[in-house]
Antibody, heavy 127, light 109 residues
Framework: QVHLVQSGAEVKKPGASVKVSCKAS????????IHWVRQAPGQGLEWMAW????????NFAQKFQGRVSMGRDTSISTVYMYFNTLRSDDTAVYYC????????????????????WGQGTLVTVSS | EIVMTQSPATLSVSPGERATLFCRAS??????LAWYQQKPGQAPRLLMF???TRATGIPARFSGSGSGTEFTLTISSLQSEDFAVYYC???????????FGQGTRLEIK
């Protein structure tokens, strides 16, 4: 079955950068977008960005443009999220999630609901 | 961006009773609406997509309805494992930004 496994917790100082990985298994890696969603302590869910693992194309929520980037390594079915210039209010659990739309059914570029989620990665930003 | 507003913020219901959760979009999202359940310390779990289609393995006591800007998630007979936080999410094609509601906490009365 579909499985997304994320890298472990991180503690960073303000101004630093972090890389979070998300390894996919159980399906064709290039057939579905991967999204990143974060959740600050005690708060709701916030969509950040998506990546098309086939083309490498990306899209970001406006508040994260310029501070967040993504990449992928198709040989190991892994997506990476890079977050720079961290602030204390970036402290959150970061989730990757698989998009439910199969790209072959929509011309290679579409998004939908999130049908599988990683376990989450806690990123703590503190001096 | 499309703003999703959920109500109520907290809903207190007794086991065995019906719970109805609401989600409103600031503009039409057609049927591009999903619901998720999240329990403490866990990742969210997909319940419904396309406004009314249950995800794999979701019990029939969960049902979704609505289109355009008004949506409802109904749990017909609450079980102990249903007490959690529920989020709606829109994934409309334009603008290409995905947004979540702020969540409804379903608690035991």
């Amino acid at each position: 079955q579909v499985h997304l496994v994320q890298s472990g917790a991180e503690v960073k100082k303000p101004g630093a950068s972090v890389k979070v990985s998300c390894k996919a298994s159980g399906y064709t890696f290039t057939a579905h977008y991967i999204h990143w969603v974060r959740q600050a302590p005690g708060q709701g869910l916030e969509w950040m960005a998506w990546i098309n693992p086939n083309s490498g194309g990306t899209n970001f929520a406006q508040k994260f443009q310029g501070r967040v980037s993504m990449g992928r390594d198709t040989s190991i079915s892994t997506v990476y999220m890079y977050f720079n210039t961290l602030r204390s209010d970036d402290t959150a659990v970061y989730y990757c999630a698989r998009d439910g739309a199969e790209l072959a059914s929509c011309g290679g570029d579409c998004y939908s609901h999130f049908d599988s989620w990683g376990q989450g990665t806690l990123v703590t930003v503190s001096s | 961006e499309i703003v999703m507003t959920q109500s109520p913020a907290t809903l207190s219901v007794s086991p065995g009773e019906r719970a109805t959760l609401f989600c409103r979009a600031s503009q039409s999202v057609s049927s591009n609406l999903a619901w998720y359940q999240q329990k403490p310390g866990q990742a969210p779990r997909l319940l419904m997509f396309g406004a009314s289609t249950r995800a794999t393995g979701i019990p029939a006591r969960f049902s979704g309805s609505g289109s355009g800007t008004e949506f409802t998630l109904t749990i017909s007979s609450l079980q102990s494992e249903d007490f959690a936080v529920y989020y709606c999410q829109q994934y409309n094609n334009w603008p290409p930004v995905i947004t979540f509601g702020q969540g409804t906490r379903l608690e035991i009365k």
